[in-house]
């Protein structure tokens, strides 16, 4: 392969390197809830994450503005709930579905307040994947309602997420990501000690919970940040939008999770509303890589 066509998969590769590892570090994760519980497993992660990001980053050497403090204790409680819930969500129904239910926040954000007919399409394309998947769909009595529930809820705290990341587009990605995710463990500890309580110590437990912070987030994280500097925010969109399919490849493969032709079919739709509208926006103006980067 040549330098120039090296250069331009790089960033591809990298997306979906990150996706892959997300999935995976996921995948392993739900494994650990027989022992700790979703509650248990959320607070190693992220707990796990935030020390391996602080240690890399060393947000302490850069300084904060005056009101930056409040947005980043926004922008951490967001991404601390937003794994809570949708590991919640992992307990009930499949990985893969959890995952296209949760795309619906990042969709939401993207469609607010566009008044172009086109994204009418990309709206009606998540809609109806959605209604494959909730309540009034045909497939309803294969999913857990409280499942889908903490799904939805999620994906409230991803569009929260973005939101508050986007406030935050003036410091390093770095800098803004080590201390949401700092937040992130403060916020979710207290519900993972309480339900765990001691089982969190267990030398193996840690261990897996170690390794599954650096599968699921490091690693995704670093990989992103390579992408989001050589990639158009489109071109980024469109391979992110990648991620349920992954996850309910992962899924099957890892968890023998098996999803119905008509969970299949929402995902397929989630999947192409999220590319339509990554590949048809119009160029914003430059936002944080804090507001692209998820753990």
Known sequence: MTHSRWAQALPLLAVLGSVTALGLGTSLAKQLFPQVGALGTTALRVGFSALLLLLIW??????????????VLRYGVALGFM?????????????????????????AVAMFGSRRWLDL??????????SLLLPWGHDVSTLDPVGVAYALAAAACWASYIVFGKRLSHLHAGHSVA??????????????IAHAGSALLDPAILLWGLMIAAI?????????MVALKRLPASAFGIM??????????????VLHEHLTFGQWLAIVCVMSAA?????????????????????
């Open 58 to 71: 060393r947000p302490w050497r850069w300084s904060l503005r005056p009101g930056d403090g409040g947005a």
């Open 83 to 107: 794994n809570l819930l949708f590991y919640q969500s992992l307990q009930t129904i499949p990985f893969g579905i959890a995952v296209a239910i949760e795309f619906s926040g990042p969709l």
């Open 121 to 130: 399409l990309w709206l009606a394309l998540a809609i109806g994947g959605l």
């Open 179 to 192: 201390l949401g995710l700092g937040v992130a463990a403060l916020s979710v500890l207290p519900f993972g």
């Open 216 to 224: 699921s987030s490091a690693i995704p994280i670093s990989l992103e």
């Open 240 to 253: 992110t939008s990648l991620e349920p399919a992954v996850a309910a490849l992962l899924g099957w493969i």
């Open 275 to 295: 590319i339509g509208s990554s590949l048809f926006s119009r160029p914003p103006r430059r936002d944080s890589e804090a507001s692209h980067v998820v753990t």
